[in-house]
């Protein structure tokens, strides 16, 4: 059985590395622009949850957010599976090969699939996959299973396009990513690839997240922990597989 014993922050890396985590020290002049310019915009932004996350979705898609918004690509379109929509963006200039199958971060509550075209078409282009980002229902509205039963339900897209097929996603998009690989495993799907970037594995929080605090370098402790209460609430046991 796999040791679940739980070592602070301060024990396993020092007093010191629990006051300050990241260090500046030993980061680039651009990081610690980009760090100093983020914590800025994220301080001075409204409390996320203060109002309902409705209200947050449409400020963020007006471009209100504490990040810009990407462009939307004019050879991005929308297609519809089975009551899913899916944002595909396919490689120019090169026959297709397959077919990467995106979920977009946001803690499961926030985010859009059109909110990733220039990235996608990135990817597209120096692979050769067509990309497909799922609009997957979010939280709490549509708590669990509702966001990871459209993840597996747009496989049945990606895998009608006849071609080999890589799942990925970031941040709650990784966690997405990664159920649907295990679900497809379970059934004896095959795929060919797993992308996931910065996900969120351990819906119990992991020792970094529980005490990293407040500070508002994209999320603080209080934000992950009310994400993950609105993605399964009593759905399910956030320490479950």
């Known amino acids: 059985m796999r040791d679940r014993t739980f070592f602070p922050y ?5 007093e010191a590395a629990a006051q300050h985590p990241i260090e500046l020290a030993l980061t680039s002049d651009e990081t610690r622009a980009f760090i100093a310019t983020t914590l800025q915009a994220l301080t001075e932004a409204p409390d996320t949850w203060s109002v309902a996350p409705a209200v947050v979705r449409k400020a963020r898609a007006e471009g209100k957010g504490p990040f810009p ?11 519809e599976h089975e009551g899913v929509r899916l944002r595909v963006i396919e490689p120019q200039g090169r026959e297709p090969r397959g077919v990467y199958l995106h979920f977009h971060g946001g803690g499961w509550v926030f985010g859009q699939a059109d909110f990733q075209d220039p990235m996608l078409a990135r990817i597209a282009d120096a692979t050769g996959l067509i990309c497909a980002s799922v609009e997957y229902r979010l939280a709490p509205e549509h708590p669990f299973p509702a966001g990871p039963s459209d993840c597996v339900t747009a496989v049945g897209w990606a895998y009608a396009q006849g071609m080999p097929l890589v799942l990925g996603g970031e941040s709650a998009g990784g966690h997405l990513a990664l159920l649907t690989a295990l679900t497809l495993r379970d059934a004896g799907v095959e795929t060919r690839g797993l992308v996931v970037n910065a996900g969120c594995y351990d819906l119990s929080l992991t020792p970094s997240v529980r005490e990293w605090g407040s500070d508002r370098l994209l999320l603080t402790t209080r934000d992950v922990a009310n994400i993950v209460q609105n993605c399964v609430h009593s759905f399910m046991d956030n320490r479950a597989p």
């Open 69 to 79: 918004l990407e462009p939307l690509l004019d050879h991005a379109h929308w297609i």
């Open 10 to 14: 301060s024990v396993a890396h020092g």
